[in-house]
Every structure is written in structure tokens, then in C-alpha cells.
């Protein structure tokens, strides 16, 4: 038997509330190395609250929170995270090729800019300003980004919104690349066929509580699925 990936980032019991809105109750997650974690819910679910846990944004009122064996705070565990949010403070006015050389210099090991430019298609781009580029080409700005470092652990927060087929498809196999050297990937998205061709397991949250968690499949035979005739 294959032996188990291990653990890489968790949540244990995890609450954390806004005031009198509870955004996780008692969320318990876990990222392994070698796989992709897609964490679905309607928006307000307590997706993002998840993720802002695990990167040390936010602070939980009770439970754990794990990522690399340490906190998410240690200068140790932040070298070896990427993250990708669904928005970004970049400097406008920096181009492409210096936001890379900058962000490359923050770790001991980044990929060389040949290999962020290639698996995040920015072919092209490293001589235009940030600022100048159009909306799916700033979201491949940022994967790259996220990916420079060679993350172990690596959050992406609706990486493909605003991106065309062609670049979609793009950024899915590179995720597969990472997943193939043994990285932990957070996925959080909004599209089934994302999470689909993607996915090794699925978590579903519903009002800040796992509802339900399994492979792609698994989450399929629990959902009933009905044929709507519409005739007009």
C-alpha cells in the first residue's frame, strides 16, 4: 500500500465569529501534501475566513489552526506558503519582471523567472506595467507570484475567475505540476468542473460547519440529481 501523504495544514475545531455572525463553527479541515483540497460553500459560507485562518490573517476564538507543523505566523512556515487571494495590493506601477525579481528575492529557493513566466503564461508581459494589463492577465501576474517561491502549501482563492478557457486550462496544469512535486493546494471556487478536473477530495461548508467531504465522486452519489422539463 502506498504510504500516506502527510499532513501539511489543519484546522481543528476551528471558530471564529464577526460580532453575533458565526463564520466557522468548529471547522475541521486538513490540506495534505500531494493533493488538492476544494473547499466549496455558497458566498458567506466561511471559505475566505478559512483561508484567512491558515495564512495567519485573522485569529480563531478557539480550536487550531496548523500549517507546516507550526503557526502560520513563523517567518520558517510563511517561506514555504504561496497564496493567491481574490484581491491584491500589487504596486501598479512595477513591471511584471520586477514584481518576480522582488518576490523572488523574499525565498531561499524561488523557481527562476523563465519557470513562473511559462506555467503561468506571461509570455510577453515581463517588460508591461501591472497596472496596464488587462484583468485575466493581472490574475496570471498573480499565480505566478504565488508559485515563485516553491510553495509546499499553496491557497488559492477563485485562482481562474476572470481568465478565458485557453488560460484556465493553463493554470490547471500547473496546479497539477505542484501537486506531482508533493505540494498541499487549498482551492476555493465557484466552478464545478473546476473543483472536477482538479479536486482529490472535496469539502463542502455550509454556515461555517462541514456538511460533507470526500472525492469528487463521493460528493456526486450524495446529491440527488432530478431532470427539469421546461416546456413553453
Known sequence: MPAPSPVLAR?????KSYGNVLALDALDLQLHGGQVLALLGANGAGKSTAVGLLLG?????????????????????????????????????????????????????????????????????LDRRYGKLSGGQQRRVQFAIAICGRPRVLFLDEPTT??????????????????????????????LEEAEALADRVAVVDRGRLVAEGSVGEIRARVSQRRIRCIT
Open 11 to 15: 484546522l481543528h475545531a476551528a471558530r
Open 57 to 125: 490573517l485573522l485569529a480563531p476564538d478557539a480550536g487550531e489552526v496548523s500549517v507546516m507543523g507550526g503557526s502560520p505566523h513563523a517567518l520558517e512556515v510563511r517561506r514555504q506558503c504561496g497564496v493567491m487571494l481574490q484581491s491584491a495590493g500589487i504596486p501598479e506601477r512595477l513591471k511584471v519582471g520586477e514584481l518576480l525579481e522582488l518576490t523572488r528575492s523574499y525565498y531561499p529557493n524561488p523557481r527562476s523567472v523563465a519557470d513562473c513566466v511559462a506555467m503561468a503564461g506571461l509570455e510577453g508581459l
Open 162 to 191: 476572470g481568465l478565458d478557457i485557453e488560460a484556465r486550462q493553463k493554470l490547471w496544469q500547473a496546479i497539477r505540476e505542484l501537486v506531482a512535486e508533493g505540494s498541499a493546494v487549498l482551492l476555493t471556487t465557484h466552478y
